[in-house]
């Protein structure tokens, strides 16, 4: 059977021909006669099951697409997915011809197409095998095609030469053959894979040759706008400029257009040409039709702005941002830049705190949302560790001076009981000065050693942070002063002094923070800091280390602060069992009972606690601490003994009693009736047992007793 285009056409024309009469059957039917069954079965072929294959396969390019968002993403699933039903119909029906009708002249198309559908579904090895049957039909006129699709199957199959080779091959074929579109999809599809792979140096150089071989303005235009993303991912912004200025010279469609003119501003800032780019921005904030694009354009010119030392223009702008178009993008970025002016231009870090807060709560771009998230945490450790200065300041205050206690209180109290029914004049005065509003005090919970010792550590905590995160090394120094004039807390000593040196070093003064570095490392060479400054210095680490009781009973005071009082109490016991012969062994008994009596409510532990402190350490400082709680405690215990001595007596005495009465019962039960009253007095007077009972029966014999003596008086 042959194969020759001119017997495809036949079945259409007999179609398009046909007439209700008799001489159009009459022809029809000669035409039958005439023509091989060949044509009849082609005929049948295309428009029943070839017809229905092509019809879905159109509907399901048609979709992809309308769904490619950017021809250049390798693995972009443009639509395909959406189409799944529409695929398989079209495999269907191609599979029935291939199985059916290997002689029709649609074979090779249908072949092309099941291939096609294949690939869609990311079938690749059955994409590829349909696509190497259709290679071997020499005469196909879908030869070209066919290869241009193996090509892109064998990139996906990750046969990354072989398939950059074959459409190689296919680019050369298609421009002897003038096929335009061809050599297009090929080379889009090469420099699509090679931005997938990050090398994109060499898809710049696959984009300007694709450039040179099509005429299409609007594709010349997305290649421009391409090549410009490809050179800012390489961090060259001259050129990427270059190529975003060219994207209009084409013919781009809006949105490319945009961006690559929004696109160059950015760049245009970043390499310092601030009016070039605020020009551009402007002339983009001036077209209606990029009215949606607005937050974007307005937040972009409070960005130069801020760039150019115009920190109060730019806050405006940001905030107007901010209040405009709320829940956008452009709205978190703005909230992110009004935290940055509060932090380094107003200094005030309390609303610098809350506009990072807001930026991590609104919609933006992963890089962004994880720069405000690390801002936002730091900005609460700052005001955690602020707060807790405040708070642990006013308890060390009164527990050094209870005078303060009493006046703080009588002014919260009338704070409280102040008159409020005047008119506060302060709400319509914009100069008058806030109400203070007064805390409530509260006793302390601890020590003033132990206060000393926790104010000295968040100082020390917070100086750090203003030393390495915060950038602003003056208000460290600030507070590493505040600890070595008020806290005096010696085992922060060498990270204290070591902390000053880096604070030189940050200033600029080498000497000054040398100087300190080698005093850190002669003076504290127990320390693990000194190995630190050693490194500093250029000099050898020190292998010994510091007392390990002081490192035990660190940790174990660490953990009390932080209120995790289990892991407090296991340290502090094995500084004294495992070091007894430190000097803080004592201390450690001491924090250990002080934490069972005052915060786990033991009383009775903690005595015991204080028991061996005072058993062990009698000279002890910490000793002499406890002695007047540990001498009432042990005088009430010893009171509480005696009492439950004393009732154990006579619960034994009362029980001693039951049993004699038992006794004398049970006596007086086997003695004769008529003796009984006599016998019964004579006991009572020798019983010591006297109850109710017993008291009547003596009574009743003293009345018989007067009057027998009465009786013989009267005879």
Excluded at 162 to 168: A, F, S
Aim: with cysteine.
């Amino acid at each position: 059977m042959s194969r020759d285009p001119k017997h495809y056409k036949l079945p259409e024309q007999l179609i398009l021909n046909i007439k209700i009469s008799n001489k159009s059957l009459l022809f029809l039917s000669l035409l039958l006669i005439l023509t091989s069954c060949s044509v009849w079965r082609n005929f049948n072929s295309y428009f029943n099951t070839y017809f229905n294959a092509q019809k879905f396969f159109g509907e399901v390019e048609e979709a992809i697409q309308e769904g490619t968002v950017d021809r250049f993403d390798f693995k972009a699933d443009n639509g395909a997915k959406a189409q799944t039903q529409n695929i398989q119909k079209v495999i269907e029906k191609c599979s029935a011809i291939l199985q059916d009708h290997r002689e029709s002249a649609y074979f090779d198309n249908s072949l092309l197409m099941i291939g096609k559908a294949f690939y869609y579904q990311q079938e690749f090895i059955k994409a590829r095998r349909k696509f190497n049957e259709l290679s071997v039909i020499l005469d196909s006129d879908l030869l070209l095609e066919n290869k241009l699709w193996l090509g892109k199957t064998e990139l996906h199959l990750r046969n990354f030469d072989e398939g950059m080779d074959i459409l190689n091959e296919v680019r050369d074929s298609a421009k002897i053959d003038d096929n335009d579109e061809i050599i297009v999809d090929a080379a889009v599809t090469q420099i699509a894979f090679l931005i997938y792979r990050e090398n994109y140096y060499r898809a710049i150089e696959y984009s300007e040759s694709l450039l040179e071989e099509t005429d299409d303005d609007e594709l010349k235009a997305e290649i421009y706008f391409q090549m410009g993303k490809l050179y800012t991912l390489l961090e060259e912004p001259e050129n990427a400029s270059e190529a975003f200025a060219k994207v209009p010279q084409y013919e781009p469609t809006y949105e490319i257009e945009f961006n690559s003119k929004f696109e160059n501003a950015k760049l245009l800032k970043q390499l310092d040409r601030l009016d070039e780019s605020l020009a551009v921005l402007e002339e983009l904030r001036d077209e209606d039709k990029n009215q949606d694009n607005f937050d974007v354009i307005d937040l972009e010119k409070g960005l130069i702005w801020y760039e150019q030392g115009k920190v109060d223009t730019a806050y405006n702008q940001f905030y107007d941002v901010d209040t405009t178009y709320k829940r956008g993008e452009a709205a978190g970025r703005a909230e992110y830049m009004l935290g940055v002016i509060w932090e380094s231009d107003y200094r005030d870090f309390d609303s610098a705190k809350f506009f990072y807060g807001k930026s991590v709560r609104a919609a933006m771009a992963p890089e962004y949302k994880a720069q405000a998230g690390r801002k936002k945490n730091l900005f609460d450790k700052y005001s955690t560790l602020s707060g807790n200065i405040y708070r642990n300041s006013m308890q060390y205050l009164y527990a050094t001076d209870s005078s303060a206690f009493i006046r703080d209180s009588l002014t919260y109290e009338a704070y409280l009981n102040r008159d409020t029914t005047e008119f506060d004049l302060t709400e319509d005065d914009p100069n008058a000065e806030p109400e203070v509003i007064p805390t409530k005090p509260s006793k302390p919970r601890l020590e003033a050693d132990s206060l000393n010792n926790l104010l000295a550590k968040t100082k020390f905590e917070l100086g750090n942070l203003f030393l390495t995160e915060l950038n602003i090394p003056d208000s460290a120094m600030k507070y590493y002063n505040d600890i070595k004039e008020k806290h005096g807390a010696k085992y922060f000593e060498p990270r204290l002094v070591y902390s000053i040196g880096t604070y030189y070093l940050t200033v600029g003064d080498q000497e000054k923070a040398d100087s300190i570095y080698n005093y850190v490392y002669e003076n504290y060479y127990y320390d693990e800091v000194a190995n630190e400054a050693a490194k500093k210095l250029g000099k050898e680490l020190i292998s010994k280390g510091k007392d390990k009781a002081e490192v035990k009973y660190m940790e174990a005071e660490d953990f009390f602060l932080d209120g995790e009082f289990t892991k407090a109490l296991v340290n502090f016991d094995s500084v004294y069992t495992v070091y007894p012969e430190s000097q803080y062994a004592p201390r450690a008994l001491f924090t250990k009972g002080y934490i069972l009596e005052n915060k786990l409510d033991m009383p009775d532990s903690a005595f015991s606690v204080y028991d061996t402190l005072s058993n062990n350490y009698k000279n002890s400082v910490y000793t002499k601490s406890v002695k007047k709680k540990y001498d009432f405690y042990r005088a009430e215990q010893k009171r509480i003994a005696d009492s439950i001595a004393a009732a154990q007596k006579h619960i034994a005495d009362s029980l001693a009693a039951i049993v004699r009465q038992q006794e004398i019962a049970d006596s007086l039960a086997a003695l004769p009736q008529d003796s009984l009253a006599v016998d019964s007095v004579a006991v009572l007077k020798d019983s010591t047992l006297i109850t109710p009972d017993s008291l009547d029966q003596q009574n009743n014999l003293n009345n018989n007793s007067v009057t027998d003596t009465t009786s013989s008086k009267q005879k």
